[in-house]
């Protein structure tokens, strides 16, 4: 089967990304399933019912979060009520969500997903590697098609858990600091991946915000108020080929479109 990952969903601009090239990657790349990061989908921080509604309306089938997790009150209620959206499975005991969900593709065939957060400069988590460990046993049960979503700021972090659940997890992908690397690749044992997406949302800007703000920041140290820019838009992920008896990656394609 084929899967397309798509990296962190910044604002109106990157939702309108996804209605621009979803159906046109489906068709002609023959896609079963998509699953995008969606916690900067509303205005930059967290993701609302509306945002959730239209996402969904685009094709996406379903959705990882991240330190940003909480930055819309909707958020709890869509967890609530929906099976497709997992929150960072090291977050603390109580949490609302779930850490890890099984959700089955059009063709019927179980696609577990499991959303991990770092711990190098992030939001103070659990580790991500114990929870890695809890939630592939309970994943692999059930299905050996199994994806990882590394919310995480260090590379080194990212790299070190693709090599820690490789021949284990089917692919891990990273997100979070919205720049796509060209690190993608199947490793040793069959897992396909990848440090980071990269972000879909406004390609003029610094990591989605106003150029001229961040730059201002930068170079005064004077605080800002950051404001989502304006403006064309870009659409980046990656296609993850896997065998769906072994869960094993075959093929691996970085996607980047300049809207």
Not at 56 to 71: E, I, L, S
Not at 119 to 137: G, H, L, Y
Not at 184 to 192: D, M, V
């Amino acid at each position: 089967m084929r899967i397309l990952c798509i990296g962190d969903i910044v604002s109106r601009t990157g939702r309108d990304m996804l209605f621009r090239y979803i159906d046109d990657l489906k068709y002609k790349t023959n896609i079963d399933f998509v699953i995008a990061n969606g916690e900067n989908s509303n205005h930059g921080r967290g993701m609302t019912r509306s945002c959730y509604n239209e996402m969904k309306r685009a094709g996406v089938d379903a959705f990882t979060m991240g330190n940003h997790v909480w930055g819309a009150k909707d958020i709890i209620t869509i967890m609530e009520t929906e099976g497709d959206i997992v929150r960072p499975a090291n977050l603390p005991d109580g949490v609302p969500g779930y850490g890890s969900i099984v959700v089955s593709a059009d063709s019927g065939v179980k696609v577990g997903i499991i959303n991990l957060m770092g711990q190098v400069n992030m939001t103070p988590c659990n580790s991500p590697f114990t929870a890695a460990d809890r939630e592939i046993e309970k994943l692999s049960a059930i299905t050996p098609v199994i994806l990882v979503d590394f919310h995480a700021e260090a590379t080194s972090e990212k790299i070190a858990m693709g090599y820690y659940l490789d021949g284990r997890a089917s692919a891990v992908f990273g997100t979070h600091t919205h720049v796509q690397t060209a690190d993608a690749k199947i490793l040793e044992k069959g897992t396909g991946y990848i440090t980071d997406l990269g972000m879909t949302g406004p390609a003029d800007s610094v990591l989605g915000m106003n150029k001229s703000i961040i730059m201002h920041r930068f170079a005064t140290g004077m605080p800002q108020k950051f404001e989502i820019a304006n403006g064309k838009g870009q659409f980046c992920g990656c296609i993850f080929t896997i065998d769906e008896k072994t869960g094993k990656t075959t093929e691996v394609e970085r996607i980047w479109f300049d809207g």
